[in-house]
């Protein structure tokens, strides 16, 4: 059993920043990636950024140059810092991890964490 606790949402300002953060424990051999992915109301779960286990990391298009994803390897955990931030990333926002435990390969997922971006 692997589980991913989430912190860092919240209500912040437009223009404002916020910090996520993601700790992946329980059975895990190894982790091969992990990632954030938000949920706005009436909208299909969306990708916001990715890393690897080596360093390599993706960004949807709407985020790049404002979010930056992080991670530390040894204690299994993911960071996003939110910088800049636009009504319209209010959401939902779930980490994600791609995980080998002893005896199978899965992905998954945290309970999630509300970002809202009003004034």
């Known amino acids: 059993q692997v589980q991913l606790v989430e912190s860092g949402g919240g209500l912040v300002q437009p223009g404002g920043s916020l910090r996520l953060s993601c700790a992946a424990s329980g059975n895990i051999f190894s982790i091969y990636a992990m990632g954030w992915y938000r949920q706005a109301p009436g909208k299909q779960r969306e990708l916001v950024a990715t890393i690897t286990s080596g360093g390599s990391t993706n960004y949807a298009d709407s985020v790049k140059g404002r979010f930056t994803i992080s991670g530390d390897n040894a204690e299994n955990t993911v960071y996003l810092q939110m910088n800049a931030l636009k009504p319209e990333d209010t959401a939902v926002y779930y980490c994600?991890?791609?995980?080998?435990?002893?005896?199978?390969?899965?992905?998954?997922w945290g309970q999630g964490t509300q970002i809202t971006v009003s004034s």
């Open positions: 994600n991890a791609g995980v080998q435990t002893t005896t199978v390969s899965l992905n998954y």
